[in-house]
């Protein structure tokens, strides 16, 4: 069977992402192998996944079925979540109402599940109910904001927001090392695990100084692996506890010094600002570095 339609909205969206939304049981694979095979055609013309859809190209899929391309999420494994994780995850809620969740997550947890992980916070929100999804990424160490969709609708317009750099983010770090500027804007380049560039863009401000440690405000405008830790380390000033970028550390024992406070928005022209508490450890280490910074975090948000 040939199903064949036309973009009604700018999704600004890469195909894989897009056919992902809209058939949620199709794997990365199954998309993937079948445009080669080309089966899914736009234009009716040959395409590649990473093909950025435009309201009005016309998508057609020549193997369509209602039992392959449909809207289900199948779960691999049965994750069991100990009651433990399940009360620690409603006591990091910063905020929820019925499309989204924004959560302050712990470190040593990671966002998404591998063959190496047990236990994510993707585990613990689709042990909770199926159609919650998570929308962007912190590393398993960075604590912080992040931000859960409950529903589909509201994953399209959160993920939409991120891919236009709609959503304010704030993340301080604690660096070893001060940087050259103490204001700066910094493009860089970073090479992907499939070895592939990546544009960065990233402003940073140094809040405080001292001892050799910094305090470092970053608002990261793309949202790249390990983009802010590559980041203080090209600029001479690794963050602390970070095992896998700043090798010289003399802080080996301490957690990673990195946490994604605020988070700023509008959806549906509602305005949305988060902030969430610093882990123990990092207040911790602050007052051991005699290290301040304003206790109304909201001031830092007209910085950049």
Known sequence: MIKKFKIQKNFNQRLDKYLKYQYTSLTQGFIEK??????????????KANYLVKINDELKILNFHEALYKNKIILKKNI??????????????????????????????????????????????KNINLQYRLVHRLDKETSGLLLIAKNLNYAKKLTSLFKQRQITKLYFALCEGIPKNNFSEVKFDIMNKNLKIENTLTNYKVVNK?????????????GKTHQLRIVSKN???????????????????????????????????KKFEFYSNFPDYYLKFLKKNNLKFDNDLKNYLNIF
């Open 80 to 125: 069991k979540i100990s009651k433990e994780i399940l009360a620690k995850f409603k006591r990091s809620i910063v905020f929820e109402n019925n499309n989204f969740i924004v959560l302050n997550k712990w470190s040593k947890i990671a966002t998404q599940g591998g063959s190496k992980i047990k236990t994510s916070i993707d585990h613990v929100i």
């Open 34 to 47: 079948n445009i080669r095979k080309k089966n899914i055609l736009i234009n009716n013309l040959t395409t």
């Open 210 to 222: 001292n001892n050799s440690i910094s305090s470092i405000l970053f608002n990261p405008k793309t």
């Open 235 to 269: 600029l001479g000033c690794p963050i602390v506890g970070d095992n896998k970028y700043n090798t010289y550390s003399k802080h080996t024992k301490e957690n990673l010094m990195l946490h994604a406070f605020a988070l700023k928005f509008i959806i549906n022209k």
